[in-house]
């Protein structure tokens, strides 16, 4: 592998230095009627990092942001980064106990945030926040009127001195590699999210091998539909385009008109994105009135991709290159495909390991198997995390004394070395696009008065891929109906995590040590999704 720039820099804020002299006056944000040069943005974020100083954040402080894609976002990222803090990005689809609980532990001394989002009132969220969190000292509105006392974003800024500035300048100067950057969260079997801590360096090479992968340089125009707060739309997003000087195009909502007006007007190059979204873009009837010759990458982000969507972004769309792979928050990207290969290919693997990715595929007692045999995927490279944030414990139980990850997805190489992801040993799935983790939205369920037990899976959606099916058994004298339960879902998290579809029983299916049989869940789950309703039988274990 080519070393590439950002991999040399000490810092995420060296980095973001260097592409302002390099790449001054060239287009670094289009959003909306805002318009920034590669100056202008590191102007502004120096700015937002010297008034952090200002209000009293140090070195190795929590910055949240809670908002969707935005120029406010992107400035804010820079900005926080140069003083020091790590971002702590928040899932815009975040309900009052997910984010308190993700600023509580980061201990986070600023919130950035925005006021309303898909017809959510986040203002009324914030205050239901406010005082929960003693270590939460200041909420800055990026987008929205801010409530009294809450800072405007613009006006946030203009705290900025001569010295703050000075001091931003000291701080990014002894930023090294190993000073802790971003701290994002995940899940896993235990249903207690987890945050992956990142430090500059870790971070620097997932930026630096997304623009070796893409070739992203400086002419490219990049239309971000993934979310901020996600690993991709972070670091493969807006850091990566930052280290390559690339025009950065933030999409707050997917509606495929707008982002077809913006291909043609912004003469996009680069297009990042779900199956759903290309389906959406060859579906549209109006497709051949826009002008999207312009468009070059295609990375196409899913475990299951259908071979005739790749056939026809090939022949229907003008990219010359179209890419898939496969990573992980705990690890950045660890495999790609290439421009060479074929439709099934990139359909059906995840490509093989990126340069500097070691990849084992091992049984259940760590010992490595052979092409075709399915296993765990455990990998080691310069950007598998530091560390899982305060849990030693967890940190150990994935994390070998030499480097080792072990991925909790189940995986096998063909004869290629390609890399085929066949499961998911933590039960995950994904709705719509995004990570859902069972044990999780267990957890939460069991906070319902009603509610003895539950156990989630994931059942087969025609629009959304999965959807989660709730088994639960009431608590004695319980009497809440599937409609109530689920209502009351939607107030305690993110709406992709909230059940489909509630089913009672009077008992689980467990094994001789008490554990839950998945398993005969989803298959319990198919039976009943398959047989009308007069037909329905009470699942096998349920019945005396």
């Given at each position: 592998?080519?070393?590439?720039?950002?991999?040399?820099?000490?810092?995420?804020?060296?980095?973001?230095?260097?592409?302002?002299?390099?790449?001054?006056?060239?287009?670094?944000?289009?959003?909306?009627?805002?318009?920034?040069?590669?100056?202008?943005?590191?102007?502004?974020?120096?700015?937002?990092?010297?008034?952090?100083?200002?209000?009293?954040?140090?070195?190795?402080?929590?910055?949240?942001?809670?908002?969707?894609?935005s120029a406010e976002w992107i400035v804010a990222a820079l900005g926080l980064l140069q003083a020091g803090a790590a971002v702590v990005p928040v899932n815009t689809r975040f309900k009052v106990p997910e984010v308190r609980d993700t600023l509580a532990r980061t201990g986070a001394k600023v919130l950035v945030a925005v006021t309303d989002f898909l017809g959510i009132d986040y203002t009324a969220m914030l205050r239901a926040l406010a005082g929960d969190l003693p270590a939460l000292e200041r909420i800055i509105i990026a987008r929205g009127p801010a409530p009294s006392g809450w800072e405007p974003f613009e006006r946030f800024c203009g705290r900025a001195s001569t010295a703050s500035l000075v001091e931003v300048d000291r701080r990014r100067a002894a930023l090294g590699r190993d000073d802790v950057a971003d701290i994002l969260f995940t899940s896993g079997t235990t249903g207690v999210p987890k945050g992956v801590v990142m430090t500059h360096g870790r971070t620097l090479h997932v930026a630096?091998?997304?623009?070796?992968?893409?070739?992203?340089?400086?002419?490219?125009?990049?239309?971000?539909?993934?979310?901020?707060?996600?690993?991709?739309?972070?670091?493969?997003?807006?850091?990566?385009?930052?280290?390559?000087?690339?025009?950065?195009?933030?999409?707050?909502?997917?509606?495929?008109?707008?982002?077809?007006?913006?291909?043609a007007a912004e003469g996009v190059t680069v297009l990042p994105g779900p199956p759903t979204l290309f389906q959406m873009i060859l579906d549209h009837p109006g497709r051949h009135h826009y002008d999207l010759s312009s468009l070059r990458v295609a990375v196409i982000g899913a475990a299951d991709v259908p071979v005739e969507l790749v056939r026809r972004i090939h022949d229907e769309l003008p990219f010359s290159t179209?890419?898939?792979?496969?990573?992980?928050?705990?690890?950045?990207?660890?495999?790609?495909?290439?421009?060479?290969?074929?439709?099934?290919?990139?359909?059906?693997?995840?490509?093989?390991p990126r340069p500097g990715v070691e990849i084992r595929v091992v049984d259940k007692h760590g010992d490595e198997l052979t092409t075709g045999e399915v296993g765990q995927v455990v990998?080691?490279?310069?950007?598998?995390?530091?560390?899982?944030?305060?849990?030693?414990?967890?940190?150990?139980?994935?994390?070998?004394?030499?480097?080792?990850?072990?991925?909790?997805?189940?995986?096998?190489?063909?004869?290629?070395?390609?890399?085929?992801?066949?499961?998911?040993?933590?039960?995950?799935?994904?709705?719509?696009?995004?990570n859902v983790y069972p044990a999780e939205v267990e957890n939460a369920l069991l906070r319902h008065p009603a509610i003895a037990q539950a156990a989630v899976v994931g059942v087969p959606d025609d629009r959304l891929g999965e959807v989660g099916m709730a088994f639960v058994v009431r608590k004695p004298g319980g009497s809440a109906t599937a409609e109530e339960i689920t209502a009351w879902a939607r107030e305690e998290m993110a709406n992709y995590k909230v059940p489909r579809f509630v089913e009672f029983v009077d008992q689980l299916p467990t094994n001789a040590t008490g554990k839950v049989q998945k398993p005969e869940l989803r298959v319990a789950a198919l039976q009943i999704l398959n047989a009308p309703n007069e037909h329905r039988r009470q699942p096998r274990w349920n019945s005396t």
């Open positions: 592998m080519t070393t590439s720039a950002p991999t040399t820099f000490p810092s995420l804020g060296a980095m973001a230095a260097d592409a302002a002299a390099r790449f001054g006056p060239r287009l670094a944000v289009a959003d909306g009627d805002t318009r920034l040069t590669y100056q202008e943005l590191f102007d502004q974020a120096r700015a937002f990092a010297a008034a952090l100083v200002e209000t009293g954040v140090e070195p190795g402080d929590r910055v949240g942001i809670w908002a969707y894609n630096a091998d997304y623009v070796a992968q893409t070739a992203l340089g400086a002419d490219d125009r990049y239309l971000m539909i993934n979310p901020y707060f996600h690993m991709f739309g972070l670091k493969a997003g807006i850091l990566a385009s930052v280290a390559a000087g690339a025009a950065m195009l933030p999409v707050s909502v997917l509606d495929v008109d707008a982002a077809l007006e913006r291909i179209i890419l898939s792979g496969y990573g992980l928050t705990e690890a950045g990207t660890a495999t790609g495909s290439t421009a060479d290969e074929d439709f099934e290919t990139i359909a059906t693997t995840a490509g093989r990998l080691r490279s310069r950007s598998v995390m530091l560390r899982y944030l305060d849990d030693p414990d967890a940190t150990a139980a994935a994390l070998s004394p030499d480097g080792w990850l072990q991925t909790g997805d189940l995986g096998a190489f063909d004869d290629a070395g390609r890399l085929r992801i066949v499961g998911r040993v933590k039960d995950m799935f994904i709705v719509g696009g995004f």
